[in-house]
């Protein structure tokens, strides 16, 4: 079994009943929303204020989760243009009752830094990735 990248994650939560169907397996979009957050605090760091989602790409699947499964999310700033950030992301679940964890989904989120009238303004360059 592989391990979860060595950095925190960005957000960690615990998937419960209302993230299911009714046979316990998480909805995938519960899966995508939880990576969207975790993408936009690193957005919203990189480019000190409002980003936000215009693309999501590469997205896979590798293993369910169920109720009461750990999900951590890492995001990780990839590049960087004028306005835009690439931010790679990946979902881990831990049983509850163990440290055995599994990838089970990532995926490629694009995002664009916004100003106060929500247009696309400069990502400062002179922060690190």
Known sequence: MSKPPAQQPAIRVTAMPADANFYGDIFG???MSM???AAGNVASRRSAGRAVTVAIDAVA???PVHVGDEVSVYATVTSVGRSS????VEAWQRDRDSEQSAKVTEACF???AIDEDR???PVPQDRAP
């Open 61 to 63: 699947f590798h293993h």
């Open 110 to 112: 694009t995002f664009v």
């Open 119 to 121: 247009r696309p303004r």
């Open 85 to 88: 950030m690439k931010i790679a």
């Open 29 to 31: 979009g519960w899966l």
């Open 35 to 37: 990576m969207d957050l």
